[in-house]
């Protein structure tokens, strides 16, 4: 269409259902050029995450399960954006700037495809493509409804030689590896409930939990979509952005509950205290027990390897503090988008990483297995080197995954023996609050310094800081959605009327200073 100019964002293109068919068409023929690239098969997913139901998206997987390079979402977004009669010299370029050997015939191209939502939308845009990936001749691999994680999964597989890798193959990874690491931890009691956002997450979770065994897991499945409407009053982004629990449910003091996003690669849990106070247990504190968790278990096992947690400007100050000043751990900061802080994260031996909306997941090196069977033949205490390793197990190291961050948690507070009053109790959040600001166009604010700093326009950074100054413990940052038409805005403070108070100040400078609307 004339003046729609979309992008890759954040995480690839969203929007509006309606009209977006050539978005997902070409990105079918870009998914086909790029397995053909690689020699190896690509994945699609089709999905709008966390957004409301009329919305939908897309991204693409490299092979080994890993988001699309950096380097080629320009070339999505310039794909995308042609008219259609320049649509063949742009594939042109690609296909020659690239060096791709389309005459080459040795290599079948191959894509996969999954989707969070079956509704007639989603079909189409699935359908959108398929044709465009088999436009260049793909054989496209079409696995209907699935989590996002479980593709990222399946593709990694695929690539490293099982061809035959379906979602069943997920569970039985998972459900088995967790199984073993209880083996080794003691046995479940109380019950967990889980709030599916009414997406997908829902029956896929309900198919690992059988493959578990309840007696081994309880889960009680909140919001499966029989009724709600996707995201709507529900799931992981609204419960943390809301700082409330889902619509209709009734909460009971210290009850684990968790929530899922729409397309399950995000994961928070929440709790009330004994006064009825909603407490938040977010990306942040599960990235604060996954590090603690394998810090301790490396130093019982006297291993000594480079640990990493990698945050972004959204984790709460009180994490930061936490982590570095008490617990000694590193930690990095990058820009808001998984694939910068998985790319962080590759640069530790471990690397835990999390948004603080609940998507992030953990990885380890090489050189961390190497060291663990090291330790193994060695005089090293075996038993925790087993647990890490079974630990290890029941991570997707592909991706953020809400289910396997779950069981990740679940298995890890068995361990410890701890209730969920021990786990938020390691350190208790700045109050903070998010807001959004529409502009007439969020393009002319520049951050810099992984977004903790307005570059442009110039006037905005000093009349941020000097809101901040007048709030103790007082941050505030503003950055352009990557995945909506707005300006976030971020506040922390000492209480919540502060950050509340201090989120709507800045929410003012950005209109006045940033062209408001
Ligand atoms: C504050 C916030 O939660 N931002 C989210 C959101 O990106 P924005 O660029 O802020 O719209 O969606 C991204 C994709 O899911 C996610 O990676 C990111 O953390
Ligand atoms: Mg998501």
Known sequence: PDNVRVSYGTAGFRGNASGMEYVFFRMGMLAALRSKLKEAAIGVMVTASHNPEHDNGVKLIDPQGEML????????????????????????????????????????????????????????????????????????????????????????????????????????????????????????????????????????????????????????????????????????????????????????PFHRYASFDGDADRLIYYTLDSDCNFILLDGDKIAALFATYIRDNLKKASINLRLGIIQTAYANGNSTNFLINQQNIEIACTPTGVKYLHEKALTFDIGVYFEANGHGTVSFSLFYLKRLQKGESGSHDNSQISKLKLFLDIINQTVGDAMCDLLAVEAILQDKNWSVKEWYRIYTELPNRQAKVQVADRRIIETGDAERKVILPSMLQPAIDELVRKYPSGRSFVRPSGTEDVVRVYAEANTQENADDLAQQVSLAVYNIGGGV
């Open 69 to 252: 390079a950096q380097s080629w979402e320009s070339l999505a977004t310039a794909l995308a954006n042609v008219t259609n009669d320049q649509l063949i010299e742009q594939l042109k370029q690609i296909i020659d700037s690239q060096k791709i050997p389309l005459s080459n015939t040795s290599f079948t191209i191959s894509v996969h495809i999954g989707l969070t939502v079956h509704g007639p939308s989603s079909l189409s845009l699935s359908r959108a493509v398929l044709d465009g990936a088999s436009a260049f001749g793909a054989t496209c691999h079409d696995h209907g409804l699935l989590t996002t994680p479980q593709l990222h999964y399946i593709l990694a597989c695929y690539n490293g030689g099982d061809i035959k890798v379906d979602e069943e193959h997920y569970y039985q990874n998972y459900a088995s590896a967790f199984k073993a690491l209880l083996n080794v931890v003691s046995l479940f009691t109380s019950p967990v409930t889980v709030d599916c956002a009414n997406g997908v997450g829902a029956a896929k979770l309900t198919k690992l939990a059988e493959r578990i065994g309840a007696n081994i897991i309880d889960i009680v499945v909140y919001n499966d979509g029989q009724s709600g409407k996707l995201n709507e009053n529900c799931g992981a982004d609204y419960v943390k952005v809301q700082q409330r629990a889902p619509a209709g449910l009734n909460m009971e």
